[in-house]
Structures are given as structure tokens and as C-alpha cells.
């Protein structure tokens, strides 16, 4: 029998695959995890429980998808926005965008809840409100709301839910003062549930440049907080199919004006010889007389060879034009698909009949898409129209801007656009394009983290970093679920990016599972986690919850990044869609009556006298576990919103708990002859060391059969909250003997655990 003391000191690999079990060899093997569930390795190495993610609002449509969306005005003004069936909502400061609040002045007890307003608003039946500051009936608080049966003069209105289910509010308390009603702010789109997952967006300051295949660009302008814009992007002349080679002739009635008719000699050489159709409505068309362009847009069809059209730029005369092009964008040849910022120019690629076109705006100005001047002349600053030169035909399906140039990803493979020279800007003449590396792209947005990119190989299994590597003077795109490629199964269908306080990539997964991956390349940390959170999805509780979309964004003081999920949820009976929030990776200077370790939780610091806590709708009729000023509290139920505690306390967390796991990976502690792999061996003591921990159970699988580590000290006061314990605790391990040596270790309360080196002692058999 040989014995060994071991120690690892790090799981910054993060979760490995079962294809890792016999590389005992490769580095990463003894920082990795065969689990890490519900956890975060840390880039310094230590493993830490994932925080709860908090409540925030409903989506609109429980029964519909919903997606969110970051936007970013500044490192100090950001939203999210939630984008759903014809609809977008603004949220900020953990708070969503209403108008102006109205005072209530009366709430009745009766079967039909209905609330009586002062103010100037007036409201309309269907509207979404958010009611809050009621007192004594503050089962409405803190809720959204749909108006019903609106007088107008009287100023009331009833309230359905959101299901359109009258509120009967007989068993509610009493209103006696105070609250007030908002309209929720929203701004109207075209987008149908079905279009949500194709919309593709880039920013520039305060404008957000909305993107999908079917249909064309459109700009959302923040004029201010309660004042947004959205609209049809108007480009200026172009971008443009290649000029007419065809004998057709195009002949406009008139050279200027609006209802002016077009009329094409023949067929040929529009849209590939079938004439004009219905949907080159909205297309652009330049004509050239002598030397000069000018350009129209259609606005009508009579027939193949007839249109109607806006003259925007003089046509010269009525003359039949021979040079002419179609613009490149409409619903007959598809809209752009992605793009970006690069070079001061807006780059827009990706349309269906335009799969591996490159189009830019002007630079410094990005609706404005000229070829060139009206007399021909080209210089630097016109747009730009570019195709990259492959051997097959694959669609752009994203773009991003680097230092080295613009990395454009396609079905195949990356490529570099840059000038033709180094340190030069692209320009209509000095463009040129080469592939990077062949891989091949999804049609899912990037992110970019640091110097590197991390995009989705086709099949949406591999994330791969597309990065600069001087000694090869080119991109490589190393894989990065490489050691973990079991995480993404079965595929991955959105990114997103934590810059702070940890740099984390996270990926919704198909089957709704949350994946994390915790990088900073500089110190080699590649680390994959998995999340799945508290709660269920269906009514038998044997489904987690199924977060749907992701988007990050920066605090409001900018001391972190904060991730927000679309999640959809099985509660009161029905399927509810919820916007819910991380809240922050634990830090030693945090109080413990702060720890957040709930799913879809919900937070008060009312008075310290106070058993009770409203505004638990969105969980009614759920048992939820429960932490009061530090302290785990028997699990509770949600009746009419509100819950009653066994004993006061001034903060007070509710929500689903979860558990957090972790487990190393088969330990490789050497014989007297070499490897311990495939010896049978036993853990005798396991030590810990521990770093803010309290209520960590450990054990050699899920069963954590070896219990809790009790770290409550002598001398502490009995009925206050067992201070969380740092240091190293060393316990008898009551596993039998195996082959593996593996240690297995839960959090599954309302505490914080940080595991930072975990240190079995074993013997192993030497002719087993």
C-alpha cells in the first residue's frame, strides 16, 4: 500500500470531458473538474458559487418568445432591451421605462379591481401599467397590469393580469394612501415572434442599427430617456448591382418629380431577365445620361417592364438611359444580415442574392451608401462595394472590427478585409480581402474580448478565438471547447460577454442550459461551467428552467458587468417568461446578510420588526427557500403575493436555491511502480481550504454522503448567523475503495462557498 498527501490548488480549466479522464498528462488535467455545476472558476483559480439571478419584470407575452438586447449610450447609461412580438421595452437601473408616474387616488376590494387616477394621462384599454408606493393594498405593488373598461372622464379603469384575467382584489388589504400608476413605454415594431431570433444589431453612440434578412435596415435613435425612435434607414444613392450590360434601355416620363414612370425596353438584365416585380417597391435605381448619375426610388409596379418612381437626383432629361443599376438591397434580392463599425463606415453585409458582398457607407457619414459623385468621379471616401473571391459560395454571416482590419466570418471560413497597404484606411480603390483561416461560421453574432473574437464554428458545437499571432504574421482559430467538448452538446444558439470583475463568455445552449466560460488568454484560463437554474419549466418538476436569451451590460456605476437572461418558467400553473439579472460575484468585503444564492429572487430591507414580505407575485404559489440577516429560514409559500416569516429580519432574500457542485477529476497520486490510474485505491481525509464558506457539503458523488463541514466555533452566539469561516478545514473521507479517487462537493443553501485548493489524502494499492 502507498500513500499520498495531494493537493490541487486550482480549477481554473474548468469542467473537462470524459475524454480527458485517462490525460493525466496534459497541464490543464490537474486544474480541471470532472463537475463543475453552478460554479465559476475563478481566473486566479479558486472556485466560487454562481450568484442568483434576480427577478427584474415579466416579458409581455408569457406565452410568446422574447429576446433581450444590450444598448449602450455610455459606461453609465445602459438598458436592456426586450424585444418580443411587435413590440420592444426599455429597462434600466433594474427598473423598466414607464411615462410618467400618475397619483392613485381610490383602489377598490371587489371582484374587479378597479383604480382611480389623477393627472394628465389618460389611458387606453389593453395599455400596460406598473403600479407601485400603495398603501395598505400592496398586493398591487411592484406588478404590471393591462387596462380594462377605461372612463376617461371619470379617470378609472379596471385591471386585468397580463393573461387578461380580472384581478379580484376582496381578499386584498385595504388601499388607504399613496401609489402610483405608469404606462409602461414601449416603442412599436414589425418583428413577429418568428423574426426574433435573426435580428442582428451595431451600435454607434445613441443610434442602434437594427439588421434581418427580410426586412431593410432600420435605425432605434434614444432622443432621450422617455423618447425613442424607430425607423427605416434612408440610404443615399446605393449601394448597387454592377452596371447594365444588357441593350435594355430604361425611359423615365419625367427627370424630376414624384409619380414619374419608368418603362424598360425588355426584360433582360432585371432581376435575372424576369423584369420588375412587386417587391422592387422601396429599391433604389441609378441612371446615367452622358456623364452624370442620377438616382430614383421605386414606389409603384404596373407591370415586368413598368414601375413607378421618386426622382431623387435629376435624371438630366427624358431620354432613354442605357447605363443603369439596380440597387443591391429590397425584398427581392434580400436585406443585409449583419454589420459593423470599421474605419469610420458602416459595414453591411450578408443580403440573400449578395451573400459574400461587402457594402460601406461614405466615412463619417452611414446612411450614405454613393459610389460615387454625380459626375462619376470616385474618391476615398465614397462607399465601398466589395465581394470576396472564394471557390464556393458562402454567406457572410457576421462582422468585426479588429486592429489588423475587418474579420468578416463566413459558412466556409475568416477572412481579413484591410487596404491593400498597412496603415492605410479602405477606400473604394484599396480594398483587398484574403481568407484567414477555414473553419467556417454560424449564423450567430460574435463577441469580442480583448484582442480576439469568439465565434461559433458551423454546426454550432466549437467556439473558436480568431486572434492576431505575430510569429505566424496571421489569425489562428484555436478551439476552445477542445478539452470540453461535451459542454455544448447538443448546440449553442447565442453569446455574450462579462467583461468585470471575472471575464466570462456565457452561451444560452439549446436545451436552455446557461454555459459560462471563464478566459483571459494571457494566463492561459480557458475554463467551461455549466448553470442550471433554481426552479422548473413544466408542471411535473422534472424540467429546469429554460433560459432562452442573453445580452450583458455595465452597471450604472460601471464597477461591473451585469448578465441578463430571458427565462421561461412553469409557476402558479402556467408557462411565465421572466427577465431576470445576475447579481455580483461574491467578494470578501461583502456583508453575509447580502449573499444572493436565489434563482428568480426577489430582495426587501424593510423594518427589522417586519415578518412578513410582499411583492411575490411572479412566484405565487411557489415554495421558495428563504435567508433573513443572514440566516437560512425554513422554506416558505407564496400566497396572494406574500409570504410570513417564523422571525423578523431587516434583509430578507426569497427564491429558488440550487445546487452548486463541484468535483475533481480521477486523482493521480503515484505507486510504488508508477501511476495510480487503474489501482484501487482510497480517500482516507480530504482537507479544504476555504475562503467565505458556510453550509458546504462534500462527499465521493452526488449523494455528498460525507456531510456538512461545520465550521460554527465555540463561543459563537447562539441565534445569531454562523460567520462565514476562511481558512483550511480537514475532515475523515467516508468512501470506499475504487479506482477513481474522486472528491465531490455541494452548496445548496442560501450561502456563499469559495473553494480554493481542495486536498485529499489516499492510499493506493500497488498490485491491484
Not at 182 to 210: K, N
Not at 216 to 236: C, E, H, K
Not at 435 to 443: A, I, M
Not at 605 to 631: I, Q
Request: proline share 4%; with cysteine; glycine share 10%.
Amino acid at each position: 500500500m502507498g500513500r499520498a498527501s495531494l493537493i490541487q490548488n486550482a480549477f481554473n480549466a474548468g469542467e473537462l470531458s470524459s475524454l480527458m479522464l485517462g490525460r493525466q498528462d496534459v497541464d490543464k488535467y490537474g486544474s480541471g473538474m470532472f463537475v463543475c455545476l453552478n460554479g465559476i472558476p475563478f481566473v486566479q483559480g479558486g472556485w466560487t458559487r454562481r450568484p442568483g439571478f434576480a427577478f427584474l419584470h415579466q416579458c409581455k407575452h408569457h406565452a410568446k418568445l422574447a429576446r433581450v438586447i444590450p444598448f449602450q449610450y455610455s459606461i453609465t447609461q445602459t438598458y436592456i432591451l426586450e424585444f418580443g412580438e411587435q413590440y420592444i421595452r426599455f429597462f434600466t437601473n433594474h427598473g423598466i421605462l414607464t411615462q410618467t408616474p400618475q397619483n392613485i387616488t381610490a383602489a377598490t376590494k371587489a371582484s374587479v379591481c378597479v383604480i382611480t387616477y389623477s393627472g394628465s394621462d389618460t389611458y387606453a384599454n389593453a395599455d400596460r401599467i406598473h403600479v407601485s408606493g400603495v398603501v395598505g393594498m400592496t398586493q398591487l405593488n411592484n406588478r404590471e397590469f393591462a387596462v380594462a373598461n377605461v372612463n376617461v372622464g371619470a379617470k378609472t379603469f379596471e385591471i386585468t393580469d397580463t393573461d387578461g384575467v380580472n384581478v379580484n382584489s376582496t381578499n386584498y388589504g385595504t388601499w388607504t394612501s399613496g401609489g402610483t400608476v405608469a404606462e409602461i413605454f414601449q416603442v412599436t415594431t414589425t418583428f413577429v415572434e418568428a423574426d426574433l431570433a435573426d435580428i442582428r444589431v451595431t451600435q454607434s453612440a445613441d443610434t442602434l442599427y437594427l439588421l434581418h434578412p427580410d426586412f431593410p435596415p432600420q435605425t432605434l435613435v434614444r432622443v432621450s430617456a422617455l423618447s425613442w425612435t424607430l425607423a427605416d434607414i434612408t440610404f443615399t444613392d446605393g449601394p448597387y448591382d454592377s452596371v447594365n450590360t444588357t441593350a435594355t434601355t430604361l425611359t423615365p416620363s419625367a427627370a424630376t418629380g414624384t409619380g414619374v414612370t419608368l418603362t424598360a425596353s425588355a426584360l433582360t438584365g432585371i432581376n435575372l431577365d424576369a423584369g420588375f416585380k412587386v417587391t422592387d417597391i422601396g429599391r433604389l435605381i441609378r441612371l446615367q445620361q452622358g456623364s452624370v448619375w442620377g438616382y430614383v426610388l421605386v414606389t409603384g409596379h404596373t407591370s415586368t417592364t413598368v414601375v413607378t418612381v421618386t426622382v431623387l437626383s435629376t435624371l438630366t432629361s427624358t431620354a432613354a438611359k442605357a447605363v443603369w443599376r439596380l440597387g443591391t438591397w429590397s425584398d427581392t434580392t434580400g436585406f443585409p444580415t449583419n454589420g459593423t463599425f470599421f474605419d469610420d463606415r458602416l459595414f453591411l453585409a450578408g443580403a440573400a442574392l449578395f451573400p459574400q458582398r461587402l457594402d460601406s457607407s461614405k466615412t463619417g457619414n452611414y446612411t450614405n451608401f454613393s459610389p460615387s459623385a454625380t459626375d462619376g468621379t470616385v474618391v476615398a471616401d465614397n462607399a465601398v462595394s466589395f465581394t470576396l473571391n472564394a471557390d464556393d459560395v458562402n454567406a457572410i454571416r457576421w462582422l468585426a472590427p479588429n486592429e489588423k482590419g475587418l474579420l468578416v466570418g463566413t459558412g466556409r471560413g475568416e477572412w481579413l478585409v484591410r487596404a491593400s497597404s498597412l496603415n492605410e484606411a479602405i477606400t473604394p480603390t484599396n480594398i483587398s480581402a484574403k481568407p484567414s483561416t477555414r473553419h467556417g461560421s454560424e449564423q450567430i453574432a460574435p463577441v469580442s474580448a480583448g484582442k480576439a473574437v469568439l465565434f461559433v464554428q458551423r454546426a454550432s458545437r466549437k467556439v473558436r478565438e480568431l486572434v492576431y499571432v505575430f510569429e505566424v504574421d496571421g489569425f489562428k482559430a484555436p478551439d476552445m471547447t477542445l478539452l470540453a467538448e461535451h459542454i455544448t452538446r447538443p448546440s449553442i444558439d447565442q453569446l455574450a460577454y462579462q467583461e468585470q470583475p471575472q471575464a466570462i463568455l456565457w452561451a444560452v445552449r439549446s436545451d436552455g442550459v446557461l454555459l459560462g466560460m471563464t478566459y483571459e488568454r494571457d494566463q492561459d484560463v480557458i475554463a467551461w461551467h455549466r448553470h442550471e437554474l433554481g426552479g422548473h419549466s413544466n408542471a411535473a418538476k422534472t424540467a429546469i428552467p429554460v433560459v432562452e436569451s442573453i445580452a450583458a451590460v455595465p452597471t450604472p456605476d460601471a464597477s461591473r458587468d451585469e448578465l441578463y437572461a430571458v427565462v421561461q418558467r412553469y409557476i402558479n400553473g402556467g408557462t411565465k417568461r421572466y427577465i431576470e439579472y445576475g447579481s455580483k460575484l461574491w467578494e470578501a468585503a461583502d456583508a453575509q446578510a447580502d449573499a444572493f444564492y436565489t434563482d428568480c429572487g426577489w430582495t426587501t430591507t424593510d423594518s427589522p420588526v417586519t415578518d412578513t414580505v410582499t411583492g411575490l407575485w411572479h412566484l405565487e404559489g411557489e415554495t421558495l427557500g428563504a435567508y433573513v440577516d443572514g440566516m437560512k429560514h425554513i422554506d416558505v409559500t407564496v400566497a396572494n403575493g406574500t409570504v410570513t416569516l417564523a422571525r423578523t429580519g431587516a434583509i430578507k432574500t426569497l427564491g429558488y436555491f440550487y445546487n452548486s457542485d463541484g468535483q475533481t477529476m480521477p486523482v493521480e497520486g503515484g505507486a510504488q511502480d508508477g501511476s495510480s490510474q487503474g489501482k484501487t485505491k482510497r480517500i482516507n481525509r480530504v482537507g479544504f481550504w476555504l475562503l467565505d464558506t458556510l453550509g458546504l457539503k462534500f462527499g465521493y458523488d452526488t449523494t455528498v454522503s460525507c456531510g456538512e463541514i461545520l465550521v460554527r466555533n465555540w463561543g459563537d452566539d447562539y441565534g445569531t448567523a454562523t460567520p462565514l469561516f476562511t481558512g483550511v478545514v480537514r475532515e475523515r473521507f467516508e468512501g470506499d475503495y475504487d479506482k477513481l479517487g474522486q472528491v465531490y462537493w455541494r452548496a445548496d443553501g442560501p450561502f456563499p462557498a469559495n473553494v480554493l485548493a481542495v486536498m485529499p489524502q489516499l492510499t493506493t494499492a500497488d498490485d491491484s
